[in-house]
């Protein structure tokens, strides 16, 4: 087992007090007062994402890693919302909406939230959705762009695995990747094979409709959705030159090596990584001890 605490939660908070207690301190925290006022609260439902923005044809994407050459991040189908939607409810439990911007793709959704004074610095232009059906998992990663994030819940129950950015040694990431090793389940992770996961120290959360978590930068999470679920994250990123530096890293020399290597070298790339996932981490665990 991996060890793991419950993240604290917190009705009223004032701007100030949760940027000195939360926001200075990287501390995760699940916030419940957030949403009280917002439609969403009241509307996001299946129905009613199939009523007002049910044609909207959106890329579902699945948990199965890319091989060979195929890009790392390319959308399994598209499907109207709609349509994967009833699939959901049918039954379905890997594919899932990611990432997907609704102020472009969906703007009469955006009428639903309001984005809180909370001493955040909200980057705007992109209020992203996230949806799964019953059993979905979304593999242990942290994201690309480094913002601190508000995960705003609605529907049914998911829960997340945290890990903060200073145990990233231990998490078996991926050279060129911004995730753990696709084949360590993080529901029933296997320390005989992979023993450096008994150094880590995650942070769990269980996320009810309404439920607002806050992920600092550069956290790991993982997370499986138990019900039906949509989450809207609310993105801003942190002030500074060495969140710029770590972007401009990620972004433009780490995802482009990978794309380019992919697509020349193909599956000796993927296993190479996959490879040195495990004997980076090996060594870790050892000069640790
Ligand atoms: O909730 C989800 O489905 C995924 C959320 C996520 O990975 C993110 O906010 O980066």
Redesign the pocket.
């Known amino acids: 087992m991996i060890k793991s605490t419950p993240i604290q939660r917190a009705g009223e908070l004032s701007s100030q007090e949760f940027v000195t207690q939360f926001v200075n301190t990287n501390t995760p925290v699940v916030l419940t007062k957030i949403t009280e006022q917002w439609p969403a609260r009241e509307k996001w439902n299946t129905d009613y994402f199939k009523k007002t923005v049910g044609e909207t044809v959106v890329p579902v994407y699945s948990s199965k890693p890319a091989t060979g050459n195929d890009k790392q991040d390319a959308a399994a189908l598209h499907l109207s919302i709609t349509d994967y939607l009833t699939r959901l409810e049918n039954g379905e439990n890997d594919l ?1 909406m ?2 997907y911007n609704i102020l472009s793709g969906a703007p009469a959704l955006t009428k639903d939230f309001s984005y809180p004074d909370c001493g955040l610095k909200f980057f705007k232009k992109l209020p ?1 959705l ?3 059906g019953k059993g ?1 998992k ?1 593999q242990m ?3 690309i762009d480094l913002a601190n ?1 508000l ?1 705003c ?1 609605f529907g049914g129950k ?1 829960r ?1 695995l945290l890990f903060s950015p200073d145990q990233t040694q231990y998490m078996y990431r991926v050279p060129y990747s911004f995730s753990s090793l696709h084949k360590i389940d993080f529901s029933n992770p296997d320390t005989n094979e992979y023993p450096a996961l008994k150094k880590l120290n995650g942070l769990t959360a269980e996320l009810e409709h309404g439920d607002v978590l806050y ?1 600092p930068s550069g956290y790991w ?1 993982y ?1 499986i ?1 138990e019900e039906i ?1 949509y ?1 809207l ?1 609310l993105r801003a990123y942190p002030a500074g030159l060495k969140h710029k530096v770590e972007l401009l890293k990620n972004v433009a020399y780490l995802h482009n090596v990978e794309s380019v290597m992919r697509k020349i070298v193909g599956q000796s790339w993927v296993e190479r990584n996959e490879r040195l996932a495990v004997s980076n981490t090996h060594k870790a665990l050892e000069e640790s001890v």
């Open positions: 899932r990611f990432f992203v996230f949806v799964g979905a979304v990663h942290f994201d994030i995960l819940h998911k997340v992920i999470h997370i959705y679920g989450s994250s």
